[in-house]
């Protein structure tokens, strides 16, 4: 089983068109886009996006768009999160139909379990999975905090490529680090503390931001990676203001979107019942982006 790298994961937003049904050659176009700055991978189906609004037929239609659109240039991971086992099972072998390349998986949402008792449900949709698996500790969402020796209760499985971590405790990079080993990748999940997470030995950032800013947040994650810390204090002064106000607005998809369609491809509205962001915001955004951009 050939598990994915680390590096940047770019987190699409799904296009609508004015019928509102997916529009696919807005997303394959900026997949390509994207992929061009050189980010690892695009994560299509993210959790706290739109992909719980999308039916069966169209999950399929935009896993197989991506993975043909990203080719062998990227590696694709697909969001296959659901409230049973079963349903998990389902949506990852769907995933590995279409041609993914991995899979990523929480606790169900809202489900408020017991950390041991979510850790055991992941343990059996892992233990037969074909797909390597990242594991999205989401506690905001899903009302489980699923800790670094809970988290290596999975490693048995042979499955567990990855984490994605956004409890935003201050130190759980490094604890993550230090319980799992080398062998499991450790993802930032959360847009606002990447740079703290690099600190910390982060092999990699899931980032919805990176699918609106692909070239910045690439730039971050190279300076880092390449331990060229100067430089990424200096890019991050200015990317974090934008990066804050995508993530501190709960009408981020929508900003996001509409942010995107004002500057390259449109993106449509979100699909209800996700909110939609106010002009203020989005012109704000704005202003912030051409600031940094300036300053590059």
Known sequence: MTKPTGGVFAVPTTPFGTDGAQNIEALTTRVTEVLETGVAGILCLGATGEALALSDEEREAQ???????????????????????????????????????AVMITPPFYGGL????????????????????????????????????????LADTGRLWSVKETSGEASRVRELRAELGEDVEVFVGADGIALEGFVQGASGW????????????????????????????????GLSAALAQIEDNPAFISLIKQALSRRSIEQGPVRPPLPTADSQALETLLATITALEKGD
């Open 63 to 101: 896993i197989r768009a991506v993975v043909d659109a990203a080719g062998d240039r990227a590696s694709v991971v697909v969001g296959c999160m659901a409230y049973t086992p079963e349903r998990m099972s389902r949506h990852i072998a769907n995933a590995q139909a279409a041609g993914a390349d």
């Open 114 to 153: 017991e950390p041991d008792t979510a850790a055991a449900a992941l343990h059996s949709v892992m233990t037969d999975s074909p797909l390597p698996v990242m594991v999205y500790n989401n506690p905001h969402s899903t009302g489980t905090d699923l800790l670094p020796e809970h988290l290596a209760t």
């Open 206 to 237: 899931v980032a919805a931001s990176a699918w609106l800013l692909p070239e910045a947040c690439q730039r971050l994650w190279a300076h880092a990676r390449d331990g060229n810390w100067a430089a990424a204090v200096e890019l991050w002064h």
